[in-house]
Protein backbone atom coordinates (compact mmCIF):
# COMPACT_ATOMS: atom_id res chain seq x y z
CA UNK A 1 0.00 0.00 0.00
CA UNK A 2 1.31 3.61 -0.91
CA UNK A 3 0.49 6.22 1.36
CA UNK A 4 0.88 10.37 0.97
CA UNK A 5 1.62 12.25 4.06
CA UNK A 6 1.69 16.12 3.25
CA UNK A 7 2.75 19.15 5.60
CA UNK A 8 2.96 22.81 5.00
CA UNK A 9 0.46 24.39 5.15
CA UNK A 10 -1.24 27.04 7.06
CA UNK A 11 -2.01 30.90 7.63
CA UNK A 12 -0.13 33.46 5.91
CA UNK A 13 -0.31 37.40 5.08
CA UNK A 14 -0.99 38.18 1.42
CA UNK A 15 2.05 38.57 -0.65
CA UNK A 16 3.85 36.53 1.43
CA UNK A 17 5.13 32.28 0.80
CA UNK A 18 4.63 28.78 2.04
CA UNK A 19 6.52 25.54 0.59
CA UNK A 20 4.07 22.66 0.78
CA UNK A 21 5.43 19.43 1.27
CA UNK A 22 4.48 15.76 0.12
CA UNK A 23 6.19 12.65 0.80
CA UNK A 24 5.25 8.92 -0.41
CA UNK A 25 6.09 5.82 1.32
CA UNK A 26 4.42 1.73 1.87
CA UNK A 27 5.20 -0.73 -1.08
CA UNK A 28 6.17 1.91 -4.14
CA UNK A 29 7.51 -0.20 -7.05
CA UNK A 30 7.48 3.47 -9.58
CA UNK A 31 6.22 6.91 -9.38
CA UNK A 32 6.16 8.85 -12.92
CA UNK A 33 3.95 11.82 -11.90
CA UNK A 34 3.20 13.77 -8.95
CA UNK A 35 1.32 17.04 -8.31
CA UNK A 36 -1.11 19.35 -6.49
CA UNK A 37 -4.54 19.98 -6.95
CA UNK A 38 -6.63 22.48 -5.04
CA UNK A 39 -10.15 23.31 -3.82
CA UNK A 40 -11.87 26.15 -2.74
CA UNK A 41 -15.69 26.13 -0.86
CA UNK A 42 -18.32 26.06 -3.83
CA UNK A 43 -15.81 24.85 -6.37
CA UNK A 44 -14.45 21.86 -8.12
CA UNK A 45 -10.98 20.61 -7.45
CA UNK A 46 -8.74 21.54 -10.25
CA UNK A 47 -5.20 20.75 -11.22
CA UNK A 48 -2.48 23.21 -9.71
CA UNK A 49 0.60 21.87 -10.98
CA UNK A 50 2.05 18.75 -12.14
CA UNK A 51 5.41 16.84 -12.47
CA UNK A 52 6.46 13.71 -14.40
CA UNK A 53 9.27 11.74 -13.94
CA UNK A 54 11.83 13.41 -16.46
CA UNK A 55 10.80 16.45 -14.47
CA UNK A 56 8.61 18.10 -17.44
CA UNK A 57 6.47 20.57 -15.11
CA UNK A 58 2.99 22.14 -16.45
CA UNK A 59 1.29 24.76 -14.49
CA UNK A 60 -2.30 26.27 -14.20
CA UNK A 61 -2.62 29.49 -15.72
CA UNK A 62 -3.44 31.68 -12.31
CA UNK A 63 -0.56 30.04 -10.68
CA UNK A 64 2.04 30.53 -13.61
CA UNK A 65 5.38 32.83 -12.71
CA UNK A 66 4.22 32.34 -8.45
CA UNK A 67 4.49 28.84 -8.08
CA UNK A 68 6.70 26.29 -8.50
CA UNK A 69 6.92 21.98 -8.35
CA UNK A 70 9.75 20.12 -7.83
CA UNK A 71 10.77 16.50 -7.06
CA UNK A 72 13.44 14.51 -5.03
CA UNK A 73 12.99 11.00 -6.76
CA UNK A 74 15.54 9.65 -3.74
CA UNK A 75 13.05 11.01 -1.00
CA UNK A 76 9.81 10.37 -3.22
CA UNK A 77 8.85 13.40 -2.18
CA UNK A 78 6.64 16.55 -4.50
CA UNK A 79 7.20 20.31 -2.67
CA UNK A 80 5.47 23.33 -4.15
CA UNK A 81 6.59 26.67 -3.21
CA UNK A 82 3.94 29.14 -3.17
CA UNK A 83 5.23 32.88 -3.87
CA UNK A 84 3.24 36.50 -3.73
CA UNK A 85 0.21 34.61 -2.37
CA UNK A 86 -3.37 36.07 -2.86
CA UNK A 87 -6.11 35.62 -1.35
CA UNK A 88 -7.73 33.44 -4.41
CA UNK A 89 -5.19 30.91 -3.27
CA UNK A 90 -7.06 30.08 -0.17
CA UNK A 91 -8.22 26.50 -0.37
CA UNK A 92 -7.58 22.77 0.61
CA UNK A 93 -4.82 21.74 -1.55
CA UNK A 94 -4.59 17.77 -2.11
CA UNK A 95 -1.40 15.67 -2.89
CA UNK A 96 -1.66 13.39 -5.97
CA UNK A 97 0.93 10.70 -7.18
CA UNK A 98 0.59 8.02 -9.76
CA UNK A 99 3.16 5.30 -10.78
CA UNK A 100 3.67 1.62 -12.49
CA UNK A 101 2.81 -1.31 -10.58
CA UNK A 102 5.26 -4.57 -9.90
CA UNK A 103 3.44 -6.30 -13.00
CA UNK A 104 4.06 -5.04 -16.74
CA UNK A 105 0.94 -2.97 -17.79
CA UNK A 106 -0.11 -2.24 -13.99
CA UNK A 107 -0.51 1.14 -12.32
CA UNK A 108 -1.37 2.80 -9.33
CA UNK A 109 -2.77 6.04 -7.98
CA UNK A 110 -2.99 7.88 -4.49
CA UNK A 111 -4.45 11.12 -3.17
CA UNK A 112 -3.51 12.94 0.02
CA UNK A 113 -5.47 13.86 2.51
CA UNK A 114 -5.35 17.39 1.47
CA UNK A 115 -4.03 20.03 3.87
CA UNK A 116 -5.68 23.90 4.12
CA UNK A 117 -4.20 27.16 3.44
CA UNK A 118 -5.16 30.02 4.06
CA UNK A 119 -4.25 33.70 2.65
CA UNK A 120 -5.28 36.54 4.62
CA UNK A 121 -5.56 40.19 4.22
Known amino acids: QVQLVESGGGLVQAGGSLRLSCSAS????????MGWYRQAPGKQRDVVAFISSGDITSYADSVKGRFAISRDNVQNTVYLQMNSLKLEDTAVYYC???????????????WGQGTQVTVSS
Open 96 to 110: YAGGSGPEYGTSWSK
Open 26 to 33: GSIFSIDS
